[in-house]
């Protein structure tokens, strides 16, 4: 496997904070890493870089071969970079097939017209929106609003897609659809980085997982092993966290 | 599309029978609606579209004017100096744009502001070439009468408003279009799209510029006289962003019908209320741009919907 993106050294720098620092990361093409770390840690910052809406203060970010450090995020979207927010962002005065069929010319290369409009609406069927595709995109319910971003994404025609907390305020029913729809993607031959507070889902998705902590990369490895890192346990999961799975294990 | 060419087709050929009427208060009010229509329209792609709030076609105005004006000056065709004048509009607005459509909201509400002031001063001081505050004279078209003056300066207007309509129409059912109204949404989440913002913000600008620069050298022309606080003054843009609003941001007759509106409300109340008409007429359009927060086309449109019997 070839890497399809690769951080080296990155750091980025908020005046005097170091919200990123000096992380290098490669992912291979095809892969679902998992993004962990305590809040504030520099999870959303690092997704910024690679995006280009905060670009890196120092050190490469390379996609597909070539040099995106300096790119702006319009053209880091067409190049196959599509990501959801933490908080969802769709046009609210737009139809819900508007805000996809967006994504499909703008990212997607699309020209105007019906054909972006038909591309759009299969990814609703395929996130299960199509009998709201007509509806104002603000009346939405929240975990709509979080698989219409899903859609968006996929209209990207993206390489990589980074997901920002995409369960974040959904109930348990709405974590598992969520959890088939990227696995769903991933099968498609999507490469994904997923940032995640729940454990259950990093682990039944990720082959690998990435720890941030104060912006530095602690650990990457298999989740296993992650779970098992005493300094990951230290900085994110907590003493609770490792004695449960202890006991678990028996 | 097609809906709304139909009808742009009919109403513009109505109005061209106007000079039928043989008045010339008809025809110079005619002619003065049909600026103020190039206006709106034009403001209507950056402020209605893009929803970047410009307060820009005064500066394009009064640049066109003097542009046009000087142009003929030095022997230019009247014909070649409108056009050219628009073309000096449209680089101007690409400059223009690419500094200021980084700010955002009342920043960019503000530096837009500024411009027409400063093009003001710089013809005040500009003596040798514009006649600074001395004004300028344009020479007076040969023409037949005065009636045969008056209606061709009103076809003029005319056919600068239609050509105006139809780039908004094209745009509004473009790649383009579609991409201002993105950014006016959300401008970041935009440009994650995929949308080049900078691309699509300083199109939509030069759009609302050239028509307008046209439109202020047509305007030296009609009346040949200009000299700078006529031409560069502040009410061209408050009273083009005042008609959009009040015929309905966005949509396709609003700014023609807030044209309209604004200059007849204008004329009866000036008639009526002679001494306190400016106050009256600001109070008129708060309430209306109140009470039909979308618009005066939004009425047609509830009443189009009802008329539909479903
Ligand atoms: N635009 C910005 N300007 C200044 N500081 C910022 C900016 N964006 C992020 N930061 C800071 O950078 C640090 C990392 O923030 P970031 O949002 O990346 O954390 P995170 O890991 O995504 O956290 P969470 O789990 O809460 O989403 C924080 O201290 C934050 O305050
Ligand atoms: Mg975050």
């Not at chain 1, 190049?79 to 703008?106: D, H, K, S």
């Amino acid at each position: 496997m070839s890497a399809l993106l690769e951080l080296s050294s990155v750091t980025r720098r908020f005046g005097g904070l170091r919200a990123v620092s000096d992380v290098t990361l490669s992912v291979p093409q095809g892969e679902v890493l998992g993004l962990i770390g305590p809040n504030g840690a520099g999870k959303t910052t690092l997704v910024n870089v690679i995006t280009g809406v905060h670009p890196a203060s120092a050190g490469k970010v390379r996609f597909a071969g070539e040099d995106i450090t300096r790119v702006r995020p319009y053209q880091a979207a067409r190049r196959g970079i599509a990501r959801t927010f933490q908080i969802v962002q769709p046009f609210p005065g737009m139809t819900v097939l508007e805000n996809v069929a967006a994504a499909a010319m703008f990212a997607g290369g699309l020209s105007y017209g019906q054909r972006a409009r038909d591309e759009a609406l299969q990814h609703l069927r395929f996130v299960g929106l199509a009998e709201v595709a007509n509806s104002n995109a603000a009346a939405l319910t929240l975990a709509m609003r979080k698989r219409l971003e899903f859609a968006k994404g996929l209209a990207m025609r993206p390489k990589l897609l980074l997901l920002d907390e995409v369960n974040a305020g959904l109930n348990a029913a709405e974590v598992d659809q969520a959890l088939e729809l990227i696995r769903a993607i991933a099968a498609r031959g999507v490469t994904v980085l997923i940032i995640e507070h729940l454990m259950k889902v990093v682990l039944s998705l990720c082959s690998r997982i990435a720890v941030l902590h104060h912006g530095e990369l602690i650990a990457a490895g298999a989740p296993q092993a992650i779970i098992e890192d005493p300094r990951v346990i230290q900085a994110y999961l907590g003493k609770r966290y490792a004695r449960a799975q202890a006991g678990a294990h028996g | 599309m097609k809906r709304d060419a139909s009808i742009a087709l009919v109403l513009f050929a109505l109005v061209a029978l106007l000079p039928l009427s043989g008045e010339a208060y008809w025809m110079r009010l005619g002619t003065t609606m049909l600026m103020y229509g190039v206006l709106a329209m034009s403001w209507n792609f950056i402020g209605g579209m893009a929803g970047y709030p410009s307060f820009a076609v005064a500066a394009f105005f009064g640049l066109g004017a003097y542009a046009g004006a000087v142009a003929q000056k030095f022997g230019v065709p009247m014909g070649f100096a409108w056009v050219g004048a628009g073309l000096l509009a449209l680089v101007f607005a690409a400059l223009l744009g690419v500094a200021l459509l980084r700010l955002r909201g009342h920043y960019f509400a503000i530096a837009s502001l500024v411009v027409a002031e400063v093009l003001r001063e710089l013809v005040n001081s500009m003596t040798g070439l514009t006649g600074g505050g001395m004004g300028l004279n344009l020479p007076i078209p040969a023409m037949a009468s005065v009636d045969a003056q008056a209606r061709f300066f009103f076809y003029v207007m005319l056919l600068l408003a239609a050509v105006t309509f139809t780039a908004m129409l094209i745009t509004a059912n473009s790649k383009l279009g579609f991409g201002l109204r993105c950014i006016q949404q959300n401008e970041s989440a935009a440009d994650m799209l995929g949308v080049d913002t900078t691309f699509y913000k300083v199109s939509a600008f030069m759009l609302s510029g050239v028509f307008v620069g046209v439109a202020g050298a047509v305007y030296a022309s009609w009346v040949y006289y200009i000299e700078p606080p006529d031409v560069f003054d502040v009410l061209y843009s408050v009273k083009a962003i005042v008609m959009v609003l009040l015929g309905g941001a966005g949509s396709m007759f609003g700014p023609l019908v807030g044209a309209a509106a604004f200059l007849s409300l204008e004329e009866l109340v000036w008639r009526n209320y002679l001494e306190v008409h400016t106050g009256v007429l600001g109070l008129m359009i708060v309430l209306l741009v109140l009470f039909l927060p979308k618009g005066l086309i939004s009425l047609s449109q509830r009443l189009g919907r009802r008329g539909k019997l479903r």
